[in-house]
C-alpha cells in the first residue's frame, strides 16, 4: 500500500473550520497522509465581537518543523496557507528551493473571514515575489487576485480573466480566481487559467453563512488531488465538487460562524 503525502504550511485556526485544521481534514478525505507546519496561531474574541487575534510564530521554529518533516522525504504535494510575516514567506521559500518540492500550491490568505483589511500589507508583496514563481498553481479570491494583480476590486468575470493574466506573468504556471458568490450572478463562479485558456467553473449559488475555511479546503483538496496523480485541471474540478458539498453540508458552530463540513463529499457521518 502506497499512501501520498501532503503537506500545509499554514495557520492553526482553533475554531477547526479553517486553516491547517480544515487542510488536514481534507488531506484525510482524499485518502492522503497529511503533515503541517504551523506559521500563525489564530483566535476569535467572543467578548469582543469575536474580534480576529492573528499571533505569527517565529520563523526559525517553522523552519523546525520543515525540517522535521522533510528530512523523512519529500512529500507529493504541498500548499501554503497563512503565513503571518516576510520571514516565514521567506522560510517557506527556503524549503520549497532546499526539498526541491513539487507540486506547490500557493493560496495566497491574506485577509481573516469576517476581516476586510490586509493582515500585513508587506506580506501580499513576499507572496508575489518568493513564492508564485516557485508555485505551480495560486489560488487567490477576489481580493487577493486584485492585490496580487494590481488591478483592485474585481467585480465581473471579465475583470478577473484581466486579473488571471498578471498572475501567471508573475511566475505561477496557472491562477485559479476563487469568484465564489461574491460575483452578481445566481452562480459560484470560479475561473482557471493556465496561461493560454481559461476555463469557468460554474455551480448553483447555495444560499448560506455557513461557508467558514471554504477557501481553505477547495485549496487542500486540488493539493491532495495533484499528490493523488490528477491532473491541475481534473484537481480543480475535483475541488470544486469537493467544497460545493462541504458549503451545502455547512453548520453553525457558534454565534459568528459556521464552517464548512469537510466529511460533506464521501459523507463522512454516515460511515
Wanted: hydrophobic content about 40%; some cysteine; aromatic content about 6%.
Amino acid at each position: 500500500m502506497t499512501i501520498k503525502k501532503t503537506l500545509t504550511v499554514a495557520g492553526s485556526d482553533s475554531s477547526g473550520g479553517a486553516g491547517l485544521q480544515a487542510d488536514l481534514k481534507t488531506f484525510e478525505e482524499y485518502g492522503t497522509f497529511g503533515f503541517s507546519a504551523i506559521t500563525t496561531i489564530v483566535t476569535m474574541d467572543p467578548d469582543n465581537n469575536w474580534s480576529h487575534g492573528v499571533t505569527p510564530l517565529d520563523a526559525d521554529l517553522l523552519r523546525a518543523q520543515l525540517k522535521t518533516i522533510l528530512s523523512g522525504g519529500p512529500v507529493d504535494a504541498m500548499k501554503t496557507g497563512m503565513l503571518g510575516s516576510v520571514e516565514i514567506i521567506e522560510a517557506t521559500r527556503d524549503a520549497i528551493d532546499e526539498y526541491k518540492l513539487q507540486n506547490v500550491v500557493i493560496d495566497p490568505v491574506m485577509v481573516c473571514k469576517g476581516e476586510d483589511e490586509l493582515i500585513q500589507p508587506e506580506n501580499a508583496e513576499a507572496i508575489r515575489d518568493l513564492l508564485l514563481p516557485r508555485a505551480l498553481i495560486t489560488t487567490p479570491n477576489l481580493f487577493e487576485a486584485g492585490q496580487l494583480s494590481g488591478l483592485g476590486k474585481l467585480t465581473t468575470l471579465d475583470d478577473m480573466k484581466a486579473a488571471a493574466e498578471k498572475i501567471v506573468a508573475l511566475g505561477v504556471k496557472y491562477v485559479v480566481i476563487k469568484g465564489g458568490k461574491a460575483l452578481q450572478s445566481d452562480k459560484a463562479i470560479d475561473l482557471l487559467y493556465d496561461g493560454t485558456t481559461f476555463t469557468v467553473l460554474e455551480t448553483p449559488k447555495i444560499d448560506t453563512n455557513f461557508n467558514h475555511g471554504a477557501g481553505c479546503t477547495f485549496a487542500a483538496a486540488i493539493t491532495a488531488g495533484l499528490a493523488k496523480g490528477l491532473t491541475v485541471e481534473e484537481s480543480v474540478h475535483k475541488a470544486k465538487d469537493f467544497v460545493t458539498a462541504a458549503i451545502k453540508g455547512g453548520f453553525a458552530l457558534n454565534k459568528f460562524i459556521g464552517p464548512v463540513w469537510h466529511g460533506a463529499y464521501n459523507n463522512a457521518e454516515n460511515r
